[in-house]
């Protein structure tokens, strides 16, 4: 069966630090994958989408970037942290086709002091 | 541009109140709607898949149903452990995924 890995699950950075999210999938091979944010009490926000190694498509202008270097992993960064960035960060697989559910991690707390 | 809206925002039911969860949607082209279950703290778990109206998928007490315009959650003599968020998504022909803010839902014992 698949598995999603998403790590760590709780992070207090300072402002302007750098981060690193790593999130891996197991029991699968070329799924698509994505980042999202979530506000609390809101929806899903999608930040990064890849379908495939070193594809990344970026849906939201922000301080953030994502990186696939492997097929199964996803990592999402940024150089200088903002008070913004703040929030609930999911990281989710689909199998391709674009009529497939996703399949969430356990999301990181991320929180900038 | 595609749009999910779900409703109400917030629902509390007395254990074994049923009621549903409302879902409509605006979007060009639509490849599959989605209901995930998402507790606090956690990502959010795929519950069912709906292409296409008419179309109803089950599971213990839930019940997903598909029109044109909206989909339903029926909720049928609901348990306190049925407290969670439900979200709802939709895929488009253009490969995007949009997800409504969801429906807060407490059973009360």
């Known amino acids: 069966s698949q598995t999603i890995h998403q790590w760590p699950a709780t992070l207090v950075q300072p402002v302007g630090s750098p981060l690193s999210l790593e999130c891996t999938v197991e029991?699968?091979?070329?799924?698509?994958l994505y980042w999202y944010r979530q506000a609390a009490g809101r929806g899903l926000q999608l930040l990064f989408y890849?379908?495939?190694?070193?594809?990344i498509s970026s849906e939201v202008p922000q301080n953030l970037s994502a990186s696939r270097p492997q097929d199964r992993q996803f990592i999402l960064s940024s150089k200088k942290l903002l008070l913004s960035d703040s929030g609930f960060y999911l990281c989710?697989?689909?199998?391709?086709?674009?009529?497939?559910?996703?399949?969430f991690g356990d999301g990181t707390r991320l929180s900038i002091l | 541009e595609d749009q999910v809206t779900q409703s109400p925002e917030a629902l509390r039911l007395q254990e074994g109140e049923s009621s549903s969860l409302n879902c409509s949607y605006t979007?060009?082209?639509?490849?599959?709607l989605f209901w995930y279950r998402q507790d606090p703290g956690k990502g959010p778990e795929f519950l069912f898949t709906?292409?296409?109206a008419g179309e109803e998928k089950e599971k213990e007490r839930l019940k997903a149903t598909l029109t044109k315009k909206e989909s339903f959650l029926h909720i049928t003599a609901p348990k306190p452990e049925d407290s969670a968020t439900y979200l709802c998504?939709?895929?488009?022909?253009?490969?995007?995924?949009?997800f409504g803010d969801g429906t807060t839902l407490t059973v009360k014992p």
């Open positions: 979007v060009s082209g639509l490849r599959g």
């Open positions: 029991g699968t091979s070329n799924p698509n």
């Open positions: 709906l292409y296409s």
């Open positions: 989710a697989w689909s199998k391709g086709g674009g009529d497939q559910p996703q399949h």
């Open positions: 890849s379908v495939g190694i070193g594809q």
């Open positions: 998504a939709v895929n488009t022909n253009a490969g995007k995924s949009t």
